[in-house]
């Protein structure tokens, strides 16, 4: 396969598979409705984070296939934490199971932590491009639990 078509995989799949759940859990989105904590952004801007954040894992995980730097473990590592990240948005949202929600982000961070470490020790860069991931994730987090202290 040439770099162009695994790298327009690489990309499709966390786009497809986020896009998916979007249109699963947009008859829930309540985001509105809810009682947010400081620093809570606007809802409009959670497409746009989690699409630039899906073409970052799709070009991290593209780095590393096209340059046969992908094996069982980077495979498995990868394509759970994408597993663990889209139930979460139907556990917050569609299933209202706000506190259960938290614990599984914070399962979803040590996953994504891991996958980062294990990026950057076949390619720096495929690392380094998971950064903005993690830092979504932990101000994510905050939200999650914020918005189930405040709502409950």
Known sequence: ???????VIAILIPLIVGGVVGFITSPAMDYSSLEKPFLAPPSFLFPIVWTI????MGVSYGILKSNGLTDADIDKSYYLQLAVNALWSIFF??????LFAFVWIILLLVLVVNMTLKFYEKNRLAGWLQV????????????NIAIYILNR
């Open 1 to 7: 396969m040439n770099k162009v078509k695994t790298y």
């Open 93 to 98: 949202f569609s299933l209202e199971w706000r």
């Open 53 to 56: 954040l899906y073409v970052l």
């Open 132 to 143: 903005p991931y993690i830092l979504w994730v932990l101000f994510a987090s905050y939200l």
